[in-house]
């Protein structure tokens, strides 16, 4: 990727990054708004239909822990968004203008991808920790929710449903991410590595990580080698394609000689063929004398 490349894809991630924290303040704006329209319909309902001191100290119970999993699960979404973010830029460094060069010095382009490395591991911890832990306050929601008078309000069930598809979309991203993250860094080892003649660190995250080096090592030898081969294949049959025109050149030219002197000296052409007429009846000649000879010695074998 060039620089001008690098440059609009980071300026797309601090933007999208910027546009996304701006929804997430609308919505948490729309969520305090129904909040308390949820809270005046209650009152309304309480003073058409009152309510038992039990069913009122439910119902606020239902409400203070209804708004403390939300603020928990907002918190927990802020959190995953910049985490992703991250993980996203260190993504776009890896396919940018650092990631080309790291394989120009080897021990500088070891370093940084065992850098990019770890900061990736830590990344990847944090951010699945984070959503395990958004996982827990959506069941716990869901949990109250259904527990409540308010499993059929309409508001409540449609922010539940919107935590769900938050926590599926980040979840998503992340294993994309992930991947394409994954798919870098080895490649970029193997970049390093094939110009440091070693590979000093590791690629995956098990226990087959050194099998699984040394089985991309041995593998970008053979391309290596396929490609040498290849390249000495093309070789030959450029430089007989070009012993092959040179020979062409030089019959065509021959022929084209041939062919002025015989247009240009008429008489040459007569004695040439001539020539010709005469080996050609010596040829036959020959023939008839060996023909007869053999005739009468067989004639001679006979009698």
């Given at each position: ?54 069913e009122?100290?439910t ?19 802020t ?9 996203n ?12 060069a ?31 832990q ?28 919107r ?10 991203e992340?294993?994309?991410?992930q991947?394409?993250?994954n ?11 094939s ?6 660190i ?35 049959a ?22 002025t ?43």
């Open positions: 990727m060039s620089v001008a490349e690098a440059s609009t894809c980071n300026s797309f991630v601090t933007k999208w990054e910027d546009l996304r924290k701006r929804a997430r303040s609308l919505e948490t704006d729309v969520d305090v708004k129904l909040l308390s329209l949820n809270k005046l319909g209650a009152s309304l309902g309480a003073s058409k239909f009152p309510m038992s001191v039990a009122a100290s119902c606020n119970s239902f409400v203070t822990k209804w708004e403390d999993l939300r603020k928990r699960a907002r918190s927990l979404e959190d995953v968004d910049v985490k992703l973010l991250s993980l830029k260190l993504g776009a460094s890896l396919g940018g203008v650092r990631g080309s790291l394989h120009q010095e080897s021990n500088f382009g070891l370093d940084n991808v065992s850098l990019s490395r770890n900061t990736f591991e830590a990344l990847s911890v944090d951010i699945q920790n984070l959503l395990d958004l996982t827990n306050v959506n069941e716990r929601m869901e949990e109250l929710l259904r527990d409540s008078v308010y499993s059929r309000n309409p508001a409540s069930s449609h922010t539940l449903q935590h769900r598809e938050i926590l599926q979309d980040y979840s998503h992340f294993r994309r991410a991947g394409n993250i798919v870098l860094l080895e490649r970029e080892l193997l970049m390093a590595s110009n440091a003649g070693i590979c000093q590791n690629i995956g995250s098990d226990g087959l990580n050194n099998r699984r080096s040394d089985l991309f090592l041995k593998e970008h030898e053979h391309i290596k080698s396929s490609d040498k081969l290849l390249d000495d294949q093309i070789g030959l450029l430089s007989t394609k070009e012993s092959l025109f040179v020979q062409r050149l030089g019959l065509k030219s021959i022929s084209k000689k041939m062919t002197l015989t247009k240009r000296y008429p008489a040459v052409h007569s004695l040439m063929q001539k020539i010709h007429l005469k080996k050609s009846r010596d040829a036959m000649v020959i023939a008839a004398v060996v023909s007869l000879c053999l005739i009468l010695m067989f004639i001679y074998g006979v009698s």
